[in-house]
């Protein structure tokens, strides 16, 4: 398998991906459940901190989509779609990566 690649690893496949996000900024906060894959494409033109939470990794179009839009590494896509990933830190030019 080469680097980068995108493959689910693990189990807990849902039976629908849900979107959830946080959105914050000085006097905001927008808190909403169950979002549209193209409402947390929208996230990226905020100037606030906006957290996604993605239920059902498995979904690798979803993944993909969103970390193409977000200019995600795909090293990075490749760690979230590994159920087994030990906690994580990283902290990017434009996104910090917590799992």
Same mark, same amino acid.
């Given at each position: 398998?080469?680097?980068?690649?995108?493959?689910?690893?693990?189990?807990?496949?849902?039976?629908?991906?849900?979107?959830?996000?946080?959105?914050?900024?000085?006097? %905001? @906060?927008?808190?909403?459940?169950?979002?549209? /894959?193209?409402?947390?494409? $929208?996230?990226? !033109?905020?100037?606030?901190?906006?957290?996604?939470?993605?239920?059902?990794?498995?979904?690798?179009?979803?993944?993909?989509?969103?970390?193409?839009?977000?200019?995600?590494? %795909? @090293?990075?896509?490749?760690?979230?779609?590994? /159920?087994?990933?030990?906690? $994580?830190?990283? !902290?990017?030019?434009?996104?910090?990566?917590?799992?």
């Amino acid at each position: 398998m080469a680097p980068g690649m995108l493959i689910h690893v693990g189990e807990g496949k849902t039976e629908r991906v849900t979107i959830d996000f946080i959105d914050c900024g000085e006097q %905001s @906060l927008d808190e909403q459940s169950e979002i549209t /894959n193209n409402n947390a494409l $929208k996230l990226k !033109d905020t100037s606030t901190v906006s957290w996604i939470n993605i239920i059902g990794l498995h979904n690798i179009s979803i993944i993909e989509h969103l970390g193409t839009h977000f200019n995600i590494h %795909s @090293l990075v896509l490749e760690d979230v779609l590994n /159920n087994g990933q030990r906690p $994580k830190f990283e !902290d990017f030019e434009r996104y910090i990566l917590l799992f």
